[in-house]
């Protein structure tokens, strides 16, 4: 905040000159109210002074800001706001002049006049001042200034009122000494305003209207159409009132405590103490936008210190840390309310705004003069009742206020809410426009989607809410006053049109209106289809589409995740949350297309993050460390625990280490089996990277293999003599550990494992290579594929996302470790998940794999098509009943008949994915439909290979235009995401071809439709 002040040499002048203001301003009124109380003979015994006390230089002060408020607000619009500020400074210069005079010749009515015309002088500057800020700073730091010029503000009332209290007690006999010290403070603010930048006039024709009431109507026309800005000018206005008020009850209450002129002066300035406090903590909890739900906690925090006054109204203690819990309140209330202020008001309108709510600030601050004197010398009351009925008032107001802006209460829920439970991270909030309408579309992950786009957005959006919730008592009475619009799936057609149309009516007037157009939260994890809503709200109003993603929410108590709301551990407290907004598409855009604008904001942004975690095998320690004792590795011999296995690993990366020469990339030619599963594990932990080679290939190929990546050795079972290529062989053999490999790794798996991560020296760039696969591609040509950490990763936490794996399930390992979707969705997945690799004894017997899926409890079945019609001819039902889950993929999608027999001969869902080893490799997935709560999902489709996986986008486009075609029809099958490789290794050529722009052309034929199921053609 401070940093402001350093960068903006305008703001900083600004700053100072406002400061020496404020500071003079009250040190000279300190002074004139301290009068009262003291011995100086031509106050005390004037019958002014006598009769009105402190009330009538009170009102002096405020009354100009009544009679000329409204005028010096269009002074504000019409001139040039820098000349306002340097004209009202040298007027200051003339006022405290006259006030030496007044000293010198002990003049009190001449004092008097001087009060009015410093506050003539204020009238002037006030407007200019806060209306200048948008102007030198712009609107992002909107309340960062606020803060910064309330806090030196009330430091400098602070400081004013100290000097005027210290003196008067100094110089109670020759008041000429602080007369001059006024002159030259006011000297000094004048030449700083010289340094300020010279702003343009907003609204040069404007002809000022002398006539004080028709000024008053025309400005209130500016503001009497906006309900929130209404409250901000009377709430502005009341606590102008208290304050004003309170700081003779204050000056009252420590002459009832037997104080003297320093120590009275002391405890006003403990308020701005407070101010100051509370301005910066507003400024901080603020950041970027202004927060409204800080106006009600600062309206109650003032009434319940008032109140606090009466639990020990005699204590100096009590009194004065009662003080600074108002000052601190007024800090909260305060800052967006001058935010409010400043930017809800059209710019060639602001200075009339302000202008007024100075005005109406200023007849509050009059009406304190008459309520403090009919307090004091009509009703007699002492200070501490005093204090409760302006505590009754303020908390008066609050109720009121709460009947007509519901939202400020709401935004205080939410952001109590967001701050204690949620670490939102927005990016692109500047996509969202400033004023006027627009139509955010979101994607729908939890309950409390709603609560986190309105507490994280700098402009409250209206939203469509389910109708039922209306009926819930608090509920409904928040969401009507707050201007929800129902909607409901079960509306009549009729009912549904009144919804759209509302909803098309609030955006068309100015408003911002939220709709989550999936209809319902994802039960699932996927995102669903888009309804076609949002294209008649949009359309109608004539507003822009704005589409905004929430990732990271899969997984929070409030999703479905894991199948339950509420009743599950916590992941994380609090828990991150990224808040994602796009750029505005056009209001006539279709919704697959806001769809597709949304899936891919979510695809960048997991495509973008970085971070010590994302490396695989951090992450391998972390979940091996956290899954301790339960299974990781089950064969037919033996099941080994994570703990276990992860001591293996790091005993076999120790041997590898020792026996592996420099260089980064090492051949692993294993057939699927325990070695194979132990040898990539330890390269993940060592940050080498393995070239996956298929061990049943013809020798001299994988020599050639080898060699194109650059291989400095090669992992396979037979030696050297077998390969004839000249590099490093190394056989299991040669890798067995030594009882002290053994023992030193498995002391490392009681480590943190950070701490592990440390002594092993792994990387923390998630984008390194992980793993180089050979693949074919379009034409057949090979293809050396490189995938990163962040691919497999992000590729592995979309699958969790869709299918739960826990401690208890075993995921059978029957594809080749040296193709991609064995790598990630039989070893990766299940291990980072916590859950246990399932590997049969012999990978090639369909009725040995069947009796192993029995005996060894197998809950998740991951396969090619052809091996589930095998399945189909060698099991029976009651071997398969463990199954939860079937998933089929990697060759052709399995057709109905298959999934129906499977079905009937299981009595499970045999569910069908696709994906290519370029994309991590994972694309889409059908998932189990889901019933809960009520509300059903497809998540399957039969003749389709299912949704995108969470984080990936997809679309279909023209194959020779590359431009993006609707649901249903045909084209090439385009896919982005953190998964999507970076290219192809020594082909710069072919890489530019397919990876443009973050997509991958898959060359494959494919349709979308309008629910966003994938049929691969």
């Known amino acids: 905040m401070w940093e402001l002040i350093r960068r903006a040499r305008s703001f900083r002048a600004l ?101 009015f015309l410093m506050g003539t002088q204020s009238s002037i500057f006030g407007p200019s001042k806060y209306g200048v800020i948008p102007e030198l700073v712009g609107e992002k730091d909107i309340s960062r200034a606020n803060a910064l010029i309330q806090v030196t503000t009330f430091l400098a009332i602070i400081l004013g009122v100290v000097l ?74 009341l606590f102008y009132l208290v304050a004003a008020c309170l700081m003779m009850v204050v000056n009252a209450y420590g002459a009832w405590l037997g104080m003297n002129e320093g120590d009275i002066a002391l405890s006003n300035a403990l308020i701005a103490v407070g101010i100051v406090l509370g301005s910066v903590l507003a400024g901080k909890i603020s950041g970027d936008r202004i927060e409204s739900g800080l106006i009600p906690l600062g309206l109650a925090g003032i009434a319940g210190a008032l109140f606090a006054m009466q639990l020990a109204p005699e204590s100096v203690v009590n009194f004065r840390t009662c003080l600074i819990l108002i000052g601190v309140s007024s800090g909260l209330f305060s800052i967006p309310i001058r935010g409010l202020l400043q930017t809800r008001p059209a710019e060639s309108k602001r200075g009339s705004v302000l202008g007024l709510s100075s005005m109406i600030d200023f007849t509050g601050i009059l009406l304190a003069s008459g309520v403090y004197y009919l307090l004091e010398k009509v009703l007699e009351l002492s200070p501490p009742t005093m204090c409760v009925v302006l505590g009754v008032l303020v908390l008066a107001f609050l109720g009121g206020s709460l009947m007509y802006t519901a939202q400020f209460a709401i935004r205080l829920f939410l952001l109590f809410l967001v701050r204690c439970f949620y670490r939102v991270r927005v990016q692109g909030v500047e996509q969202v426009p400033k004023e006027g309408g627009a139509l955010l579309v979101c994607n729908h992950v939890s309950f409390v989607d709603g609560m986190l786009v309105a507490a994280s957005l700098p402009r409250e959006p209206r939203f469509l809410m389910y109708t039922p ?58 995102m669903l289809g888009f309804a076609k809503g949002l294209e008649r709200i949009a359309g109608d109003a004539q507003v822009p589409i704005i589409p905004v993603a929430l990732d990271r929410l899969w997984g929070s108590l409030f999703s479905f995740d894991r ?60 979940s091996a460390k956290q899954a301790g004792r339960q299974p990781a590795l089950v064969t037919g011999e033996e099941t080994w625990s994570h703990r276990r296995l992860l001591a293996e690993a790091l005993a076999t990366r120790a041997r590898l280490e020792a026996a592996l020469p420099a260089g980064e990339r090492v051949a692993v030619a294993l057939p699927l089996g325990r070695d194979a599963i132990t040898v990539s594990l330890a390269l993940c932990l060592s940050e080498r990277v393995p070239v996956m080679l298929d061990p049943a290939a013809d020798q001299d190929e994988n020599v050639r293999r080898l060699k194109r990546a650059g291989a400095v050795a090669v992992i396979a079972e037979t030696g050297s003599d077998a390969w004839q290529g000249g590099e490093l062989v190394l056989t299991p053999k040669q890798l067995a550990l030594s009882a002290s490999g053994r023992i030193k790794a498995w002391i490392c798996t009681w480590l943190p494992a950070w701490l592990t991560a440390r002594s092993l020296q792994l990387g923390e760039d998630s984008s390194r290579e992980a793993v180089i696969h050979f693949d074919q591609a379009a034409g057949g040509d090979e293809v050396m594929v490189p995938l990163s950490h962040s691919n497999l990763l992000s590729n592995v936490q979309g699958l969790s996302a869709l299918v739960d794996l826990s401690s208890g399930d075993r995921v059978l390992a029957t594809l080749p470790l040296h193709g991609a979707f064995g790598r990630t969705t039989t070893l990766f997945a299940p291990l980072l998940s916590g859950a246990a690799v399932a590997l049969p004894p012999d990978r090639r017997d369909p009725r040995a794999i069947t009796s192993f899926i029995d005996s060894s409890r197998v809950t998740h079945l991951v396969g090619t098509t052809s091996q589930c019609r095998e399945y189909l001819t060698e099991a029976t039902r009651e071997q398969l009943k463990g199954l939860k889950l079937s998933f089929v993929g990697g060759e052709e999608a399995p057709g109905e008949d298959l999934i129906l027999e499977w079905r009937e001969r299981f009595g499970s869902e045999l569910l069908a994915g696709h994906g290519r080893t370029e994309c991590g490799p994972v694309i889409s997935l059908n998932v189990p439909n889901v019933s809960r709560m009520g509300a059903k999902e497809e998540g ?65 034929r494919a349709v979308i439709d309008k629910h966003g199921f994938v049929q691969d053609l």
């Open 940 to 1004: 399957n489709r039969a003749g389709t290979v299912g949704r995108a996986i969470p984080g990936t986008a997809l679309k279909v486009v023209d194959p020779d235009t590359g431009a993006p075609l609707p649901p249903g029809t045909e084209g090439v099958l385009l896919v982005k995401g953190p998964g999507v490789s970076s290219g192809y290794l020594d082909d710069a050529e072919r890489a530019a071809q397919k990876f443009l722009d973050g997509w991958f052309w898959t060359d494959e």
């Open 469 to 526: 919730f209306f009926d819930v008592p608090v509920l409904g009475w928040f969401a009507k006053r707050m201007g929800v619009i129902p909607v409901s799936s079960g509306d009549t057609p009729e009912e549904k049109r009144n919804s759209l149309k509302n909803a098309s009516d609030a955006a068309a007037g100015g408003d911002l209106v939220c709709i989550f157009a999936e209809g319902a939260i994802t039960r699932s994890g996927a």
């Open 164 to 237: 005027g209290g210290e003196l008067l007690e100094r110089y109670k006999g020759d008041l000429t000494i602080p007369g001059f010290t006024y002159v030259g403070f006011a000297a000094i603010g004048w030449m700083i305003s010289l340094q300020i930048a010279k702003t343009p006039a907003v609204n040069p024709s404007l002809r000022l209207n002398w006539n004080v009431f028709s000024l008053v109507r025309q400005h209130w026309q500016a503001v009497s159409g906006d309900r929130v800005l209404v409250l901000c000018v009377w709430a502005s206005s």
């Open 563 to 622: 199948g339950k709301i509420l009743f599950k551990r916590p992941q994380r407290l609090p828990y991150p949350v990224d808040l994602l907004v796009g750029e505005p598409l056009a209001h006539d855009s279709e919704a697959w297309q806001v769809r597709n604008a949304v899936a891919e904001r979510l695809a960048v942004h997991r495509s973008s993050r970085r971070g010590p975690w994302g490396h695989l095998g951090r992450r391998l320690l972390l």
């Open 15 to 115: 700053v100072g000159t406002q400061f020496l203001g404020a500071f003079n301003d009250n040190a000279f009124k300190q002074l004139v109210l301290l009068l009262i109380f003291s011995s100086v003979a031509w106050v005390g015994e004037h019958p002014l002074a006598e009769r009105y006390g402190q009330a009538l230089p009170s009102a002096l002060f405020s009354l100009p800001f009544v009679l000329f408020g409204a005028i010096t607000g269009s002074l504000a619009d019409r001139a040039s706001k820098t000349r306002v500020i340097r004209g009202a400074n040298l007027l200051e210069v003339g006022v405290m002049a006259l006030a030496l005079a007044a000293f010198t010749g002990e003049s009190y009515p001449l004092l008097l006049a001087c009060v």
